[in-house]
């Protein structure tokens, strides 16, 4: 019932920045959690952030704590990833996710919806 489409993945180099955006079809986009993940070569689907249906509680990674930060605009059916001082070390695909209910979790098993997958490169 939800469609997600992500954008502005790509190459950059370590210490700029870069910013993500998923836009989610259906009718109600307010009432899903909203998240991102990575998956990096070699390694398991992991947490990167999180935000409630409301938007009012972000959860972060230890990892990407300071550095990334989430976002939606419910008006816009949104959500974004800002990522300043990137590092080789978040080079992964990003997936965009949905859960239908409040909160974050960050176990995969309780997202119900995923985009495809957008490929971010930071180069040394």
């Known amino acids: 019932q939800v469609q997600l489409v992500e954008s502005g993945g790509g190459l950059v180099q370590a210490e700029r920045s870069l910013r993500l955006s998923c836009t989610a079809s259906?009718?109600?986009?307010?009432?899903?959690?909203m998240g991102w993940f990575r998956q990096a070569p070699g390694k398991e689907r992991e947490f990167v952030a999180g935000?409630?249906?409301?938007?009012?509680?972000?959860y972060y990674a230890d990892s990407v704590k300071g550095r990334f930060t989430i976002s939606r605009d419910n008006a816009k059916n949104t959500v974004s990833l800002q990522m300043n001082s990137l590092k080789p070390e978040d080079t992964a695909v990003y997936y965009c996710?949905?859960?239908?209910?409040?909160?974050?979790?960050?176990?995969?098993?309780?997202?119900?919806?995923w985009g495809q997958g957008t490929q971010v490169t930071v180069s040394s």
């Open positions: 996710a949905a859960r239908r209910g409040p909160g974050v979790l960050v176990n995969t098993a309780f997202w119900d919806y």
């Open positions: 259906g009718r109600a986009f307010s009432t899903y959690a």
């Open positions: 935000i409630s249906w409301s938007g009012g509680r972000t």
